[in-house]
Every structure is written in structure tokens, then in C-alpha cells.
T-cell receptor, first 116, second 113 residues
Framework: GENVEQHPSTLSVQEGDSAVIKCTYS??????FPWYKQELGKRPQLIID?????GEKKDQRIAVTLNKTAKHFSLHITETQPEDSAVYFC???????????????FGQGTILTVHP | DAGVTQSPTHLIKTRGQQVTLRCSPK?????VSWYQQALGQGPQFIFQ???????QRGNFPDRFSGHQFPNYSSELNVNALLLGDSALYLC????????????FGSGTRLTVV
């Protein structure tokens, strides 16, 4: 089955700096890669996603890049703010839109702390 | 907001007991997936229900079972609770034909003592 590795486990930045979180996946059939933000005691919330037919997607301060050959994808947050502090999870779904039933395999999570 | 709702929000049970957690999917969604999130870990897939049947299952023992009702709501049952079952249990709903619209509930925090 799919295995997703996420690094780093913790990330501390100053407000205004950029933050990068990296994930690798094992199943070459994976073709959908969402990123979730989870604040303490709250539900995971989708912040951005990318499908395997594109290499990069951007939404304001957040961007995701995908390298299918190397099987890795990354989350980039620019101009970080204290409210960006949370746990971030990457995930992967193989055969999304086809034979997959939407089973998400998550990374281990990254605790991001943005210091004012 | 007709999002995913889960009940109860918190629960304390004793080892060996049984527990039932409930989930109502987002309006319009027909598929429900359950995840277990241990403290400091990413969510782990338990199983998924569609058309009242278990469609896919993760690496969890038979003590974990579920059900989906005709109105698409779902229950997760855990028998013979172990201390290691303490976790946040998340329900997520989606459309069978559009898994990109995955939506999570706020979860049920289960503590086994």
C-alpha cells in the first residue's frame, strides 16, 4: 500500500519568513495530493491540493509543488503569520477518480510555529 | 452549515467495554470514511462505507466495525476496548464520484482508562 513520509516533524520560523514542508510517497499510482491544516482540538481542514497532471498550484500565500518522477511534493507558505501556527499534514490517494475509493494516506505531520 | 457532524465530542470508557461513535455526513455526500488519529500522529484509515456496505478497510482488527444507514449516516463500533484505542476518531464524508470533496468532522475524543 501507499506510504507517505513527511519532514520536518517540527518547524519554527519568524513572522514574515517562508516555511517549506516536504513529503515523499511510495505508490506511483498516487495522483491526488491534498494538504491539511489542523489546529489544536479541531478538524483537519483542506488548505490546498494538487493533482498529478500539474506540477505547481498556488493560492495566495500558499503553494504546492509536485515532482512525479521523484515522488515528492512540497508545501510552501510565504510571508508567514502567527495564525499559520498549526499542524500540517500531507496526504496521498492512489488512482483518485478511478478505482480508488478515496482512501487517504497521511504523513506524520509537521508542527509549524510562527513567532511574532 | 451542513458540514460533517460527529457525536459525542468526548467519551471516557473502561478497558473491555464497547463504544459506538456516530457521524452524519455533509449534505449531499454519500460516502463516509473513518480515521483514527493517535496523539501526535497523522490520521490512519479504518474503513469506508458506501451504499450501506464496507467498501474498503485499513489495517484494523475485527474489533472495529461499522455501519451505514439509508440516510448515509454512519456508526463506528469498537469492542473490547484497549488502552491503545485512545485517540481522536475522525469521520470524513465525500461523494463516491468525486473524492476531491473530502470533508472532515471535528472528531470524537475517546479515552480508554
Amino acid at each position: 500500500g501507499e506510504n507517505v513520509e513527511q519532514h520536518p516533524s517540527t518547524l519554527s520560523v519568524q513572522e514574515g519568513d517562508s516555511a517549506v514542508i516536504k513529503c515523499t510517497y511510495s505508490d506511483s499510482a498516487s495522483n491526488y495530493f491534498p494538504w491539511y491544516k489542523q489546529e489544536l482540538g479541531k478538524r483537519p481542514q483542506l488548505i490546498i491540493d494538487i493533482r498529478s497532471n500539474v506540477g505547481e498550484k498556488k493560492d495566495q500565500r500558499i503553494a504546492v509543488t509536485l515532482n512525479k518522477t521523484a515522488k515528492h511534493f512540497s508545501l510552501h507558505i510565504t510571508e508567514t503569520q502567527p495564525e499559520d501556527s498549526a499542524v500540517y499534514f500531507c496526504a496521498a490517494i492512489p488512482n483518485a477518480g478511478g478505482t480508488s475509493y478515496g482512501k487517504l494516506t497521511f504523513g506524520q505531520g509537521t508542527i509549524l510555529t510562527v513567532h511574532p | 452549515d451542513a458540514g460533517v457532524t460527529q457525536s459525542p465530542t468526548h467519551l471516557i470508557k473502561t478497558r473491555g467495554q464497547q463504544v459506538t461513535l456516530r457521524c452524519s455526513p455533509k449534505s449531499g455526500h454519500d460516502t463516509v470514511s473513518w480515521y483514527q488519529q493517535a496523539l501526535g500522529q497523522g490520521p490512519q484509515f479504518i474503513f469506508q462505507y458506501y451504499e450501506e456496505e464496507e467498501r474498503q478497510r485499513g489495517n484494523f482488527p475485527d474489533r472495529f466495525s461499522g455501519h451505514q444507514f439509508p440516510n448515509y449516516s454512519s456508526e463506528l463500533n469498537v469492542n473490547a476496548l484497549l488502552l491503545g484505542d485512545s485517540a481522536l476518531y475522525l469521520c470524513a464524508s465525500s461523494l463516491a464520484m468525486n473524492i476531491y470533496g473530502y470533508t472532515f468532522g471535528s472528531g470524537t475524543r475517546l479515552t480508554v482508562v
